[in-house]
């Protein structure tokens, strides 16, 4: 039987990896052969997994060996670790990926799919893989899962700050979107980790239609288990909560969410009262002083139509819709041709050519419309 493949996503630094090692340990006691897969180029994911070892990553052992003219084999990249008083033994993955400023985080993850996949890793002897995914960036190479439905299931996980509740929405945004287009990643709903009891994430849940699977409140002795190194699931009133968790996926107990997640203004709303209004543009005189405008009116008022023209075609762009904003975007401002735009969206080069002719075809009417 095919492993059974969950996605679980949040903001940097919240505890994303906690809750991924945590529910990894979790299955193993429950005598489930597990991989924990880390999907972020800070290649900490499987640490507390592995008692504070780094892994070799797929990028650089791919880099290794393809400086030597040689393949990728699995034991050069899948590592596992067997821990006393578990029945089954953890296996881990980092895919890693470019050193800051040397190389795009997405692309590092895209490969290292192709890697894994030439590798047979849906075939392998597992239960379930854990993908833990960094959710604070949109490009393309971190939305694979859900693109391309490599994960049957998807998991947000956030506090109750408002950041880290809207990288939550923006992916439950993105995986909404996919399943427009054929994705059949499912989204189980949303953990919140580091509960204060604010409450702040349970209303968005509530406003979103995101079903909350567990609250993990926040335990100093639970940090510390993480922080040494080990699994907080060891501490009783933690392991409960984890226990259910997984005995309910398991079980197949979780209803998914058809939940779209909130559009920005309703989103920003939950938090307070929010103005119509439209943000005060500054002008290019303020900006440059009187010494920038004294070359003369005609001039001045010449900067001031492009102004203008340049944020009435930002508002019509704003108006298409998403998969044409994307294509445009990509097109027209980051100068990328129809062949790369087509591999980075995981589309036909001729539906991203048609997606460009309509929108370009609805930008003119849009823009001289009014």
């Not at 090692?21 to 507390?48: E, I, W, Y």
């Not at 985080?105 to 893989?129: A, C, N, P």
């Not at 968790?245 to 058809?258: H, M, Q, R, W, Y």
């Amino acid at each position: 039987m095919p492993a059974r493949t969950i996605a679980i996503y949040g903001k940097g630094g919240i505890g994303k990896s906690f809750t991924t090692t945590n529910l990894s340990a979790t299955f193993a006691l429950m005598n489930k052969r597990v991989l924990q897969l880390g999907c972020d180029p800070k290649h900490d994911s499987t640490t507390s997994l592995f008692g504070g070892i780094s892994l070799p990553t797929v990028t650089d052992v791919f880099a290794e060996k393809n400086a030597l003219n040689e393949q990728v084999s699995v034991s050069d990249i899948v590592f596992r670790r067997d821990i006393a008083d578990f029945p089954q033994p953890i296996y881990g993955v980092e895919l890693g990926g470019p050193q800051v400023g040397r190389g795009c985080g997405g692309r590092g993850i895209i490969s290292g799919f192709e890697i894994l996949e030439k590798l047979g890793i849906f075939k392998w002897d597992i239960d379930i893989i854990l993908m833990d995914f960094l959710g604070d960036v949109v490009c393309g190479g971190f939305a694979t899962p859900l693109a391309r439905s490599l994960s049957e299931e998807v998991i947000l996980v956030t506090n109750n700050d408002r950041q880290s509740i809207f990288t939550a929405n923006n992916i439950c945004q993105a995986n909404n979107y996919f399943r427009t287009i054929g994705g059949q990643s499912r989204l189980l709903g949303l953990i919140i980790n580091r509960d204060d009891g604010s409450g702040v994430a349970e209303k968005y849940a509530e406003a979103a239609g995101i079903t909350v699977l567990m609250k993990v409140p926040y335990n100093a002795e639970a940090r510390d288990k993480d922080d040494s190194f080990d699994f907080a699931v060891r501490l009783p009133e933690i392991r409960d909560k984890f226990q259910k968790l997984a005995g309910d996926i398991l079980d197949n107990k979780i209803t998914p969410c058809e939940a779209g997640g909130l559009d920005f203004m309703g989103f920003v709303r939950l938090f307070g009262e929010v103005s119509d209004d439209n943000p005060l543009a500054a002008s290019a005189e303020e900006l440059f002083g009187k010494k920038g405008s004294s070359s003369g009116s005609a001039e001045s008022e010449e900067k001031t139509a492009i102004e203008s023209d340049t944020l009435k075609m930002t508002r019509c762009i704003g108006k298409l819709a998403a998969e044409e904003q994307e294509v445009y975007r990509m097109a027209e401002q980051e100068k990328r041709s129809f062949s790369e735009i087509a591999e980075l969206t995981h589309r036909e080069e001729s539906d991203v050519r048609e997606l460009f002719s309509s929108a370009r075809s609805q930008l003119t009417r849009l823009f001289f419309e009014n």
